[in-house]
């Protein structure tokens, strides 16, 4: 289609896309660059509004070549919702949802999946390894599945469990591991290593972000092409934040979308949070966070490799980045579903926690346009939820 | 809009639509009648294809009046996908998946919440009560938390426990039952004659089945305009079947589709299948079936109050009913997800299972347009799944 190679976002290096790629020699996440110019004069935004609600709407901006290729289960066009009776609860005119528990899979996750499996496929991939905080590693099961390529997923032993299911249904290959996503991750680069598997980590291969950038693409699209003030994104690897900066800048370049780009706002845990720390001393890398921990799990990131990039948009749009307290974020779970019938997951939840933080400081004006990005179901996370309801017997009354 | 009346469709008596009614008083559910004539003059299919990608794209066969007492969260417009793999496992070429696991709260039973709870505010109802089997439970919970409209659920304590989490997120009441569905539904009766609540029982109503219908009106546009053959579909309650036998008739009645209505098959468990055993004996009603029993938990109904309607829209479309062995559900489940990457409910499994089966009956042409209905996510059901994955230790090594 309008690939025209891959570029390292660091050396500038440039890489034939037509052969797999995983890191740049220098280390650096490679990134998917297309012949903007042929695909402004192609694409009419006439046409993708009357095309199927899901991703590869987008075609000229996603990096498959042969259609046969696409293995896709129907993701993308998520909903985005106006949240009104919570912004009039917060004195917020302009609140917004993007739910990405609305998805196969249930998360945002499907997303990099029929991305990054369509074009390993194409690439003639047999075997890839990956490791996850989970929901990747679902959804990467369940497509590869699909396509017919063997995988081999390796996660923490207290990811949520659901995703778990996911992968054993697939009939991939699971492990867990006591440790964090990082052990998960060594173990995968020593497995790569060894049996010439296609590493799928995090920006390893460069076409997950490509799935990602859609939720930017959507997000233009829904809005009629003019572009939010502030999108909140709860970020561990952060390559969808990430996406949706390049999705934005790809716009623009492509003369869709005028003016500033939004705000991105890179929200993560308390206790896990080597993004703010890095931001607030206006760093260009974060450090390795010791001893992780959160009830958002998959934020538990302790350093990403694409920290420098997640980092370059926040600086980029004017954004920031926040942490926010794990009380705080089961405490905003529960009121998305109490008074927006939302039940999203606790990422998700984290970037409503820091909405009323960053309110509260006056960083966001209440008037402004404000997308929080749930990046998952609820119903992937029951064990958020207390529930202990009473046992009738048949003939029972019930209690007004 | 242009909705004209309720009507009864045992005794035929009529009811205005603008005041709340239940059953009939002759005992049978109600149905929504609407204007068609000026719904054919009105509403177009190019401008329906234009319209956002949720089931309130067919606005003028939808029984809300006021738009402001629309409860969405952007349920509908599942994906319909045409399964390859399997399909040529199978022998067979025109085999889809209609996917109502992509859909918020993981289920098909949104689209009657989003239309029975919008209806249902728009009414003036202050407090409601439900029986359920889980996910109806679940979806009407997070709907009624968003309209702010009282919800009393009660469950089989057996019931699966993830929609437990949705009531329990949501803020309403919940109770289980130590029984099944009718006994929840007894429980039900009885509050809602004592406390004067509105009583949202499964085509006690007339509005849920709106939006079960939707499920027709998608898969027609979906196709084209043209009708598949044959569609599959999990009967516990049958309101979906009935739903999709209601809207091809209005389709066909404002001139949207020609020709013969696909053969519709009611699947359900051998451990539950009063309407299989009704429709062998060709009656026009169910027995109460004793004992009932299966994995597929949301058909376990044994004597729906629809009965006779899903027996009229089978009889009518020359479909049949069929009951599938639990291991046979659990089997094609596995076999879904493995080839095609699509982790459904067992509910929908289980029509996998009766395509087998009637395809080595010869019931079914290996050459028809043959849609499966997936109502549910498999991320809801994940005690369906087995899973003892290897604990690694951080520095392990993986084996090829």
């Known amino acids: 289609m309008f690939t025209s190679h891959l570029e390292c976002p660091k050396?500038?290096?440039s890489y034939d896309s037509e052969q797999p790629h995983q890191l740049c020699v220098c280390g650096s996440p490679l990134l998917v660059r297309y012949d903007l110019e042929?695909?402004?004069?192609?694409?009419?935004?006439?046409?993708?509004a009357c095309r199927s609600p899901d991703l590869w709407r987008y075609r000229e901006l996603l990096p498959v070549i042969d259609d046969r290729n696409i293995v896709t289960m129907g993701e993308g066009m998520?909903?985005?919702?106006?949240?009104?009776?919570?912004?009039r609860q917060l004195g917020m005119t302009q609140l917004y949802l993007k739910d990405e528990g609305v998805i196969p899979t249930g998360s945002f996750k499907a997303r990099g999946a029929t991305v990054g499996v369509s074009r390993a496929k194409e690439l003639g991939v047999k075997t890839l390894a990956m490791p996850t905080n989970g929901n990747a590693g679902g959804a990467w099961a369940l497509y590869c599945a699909k396509a017919g390529i063997r995988a081999h997923i390796v996660m923490p032993k207290d990811a949520p469990v659901i995703?778990?299911?996911e992968c054993a249904i697939a009939g991939v290959s699971l492990s867990l591991v006591n440790g964090l996503i990082s052990d998960a991750g060594t173990i995968v680069a020593q497995a790569v290593r060894e049996y010439q598997w296609y590493d799928a980590s995090t920006l390893k291969e460069p076409y997950r972000i490509e799935g990602k950038k859609t939720m930017g693409l959507e997000l233009a699209e829904q809005f009629g092409w003019e572009l939010?003030?502030?999108?909140?994104?709860?970020?561990?690897?952060?390559v969808g934040l990430i996406g949706i900066y390049k999705a934005l800048t790809e716009l623009k370049q492509i003369g869709w979308v005028q003016g500033e780009l939004p705000r991105l706002v890179a929200v993560q845990a308390s206790g896990c949070a080597p993004i703010v720390r890095a931001w607030e001393a206006q760093a260009r890398e974060s450090e390795f966070w010791e001893n992780a921990r959160t009830?958002?799990?998959?934020?538990?990131?302790?350093?990403a490799i694409g920290d420098f990039l997640v980092l370059d948009a926040v600086y980029a749009t004017q954004g920031c980045?926040?942490?926010v307290d794990d009380d705080d974020?089961?405490?905003?779970?529960?009121?998305?579903a109490s008074v927006e019938g939302a039940f999203v997951c606790p990422e998700g939840a984290a970037c409503m926690a820091a909405i009323e933080k960053l309110l509260a400081q006056g960083w966001l004006n209440p008037d402004e346009r404000v997308v929080l990005l749930n990046t998952g179901c609820g119903i992937k996370y029951p064990e958020t939820v207390r529930c202990d309801p009473p046992v009738l017997e048949p003939g029972d009354r019930l209690l007004a």
């Open 321 to 323: 980045a926040v942490a």
């Open 11 to 13: 050396c500038s290096a």
């Open 295 to 303: 009830c958002a799990f998959g934020i538990t990131v302790p350093k």
């Open 38 to 48: 042929r695909v402004g004069a192609r694409m009419r935004k006439e046409q993708v």
């Open 228 to 238: 939010p003030d502030v999108i909140l994104y709860p970020t561990g690897g952060g």
């Open 329 to 336: 974020t089961l405490a905003a779970e529960a009121r998305l």
């Open 163 to 165: 995703p778990r299911s």
């Open 78 to 87: 998520t909903p985005l919702l106006k949240l009104e009776r919570l912004g």
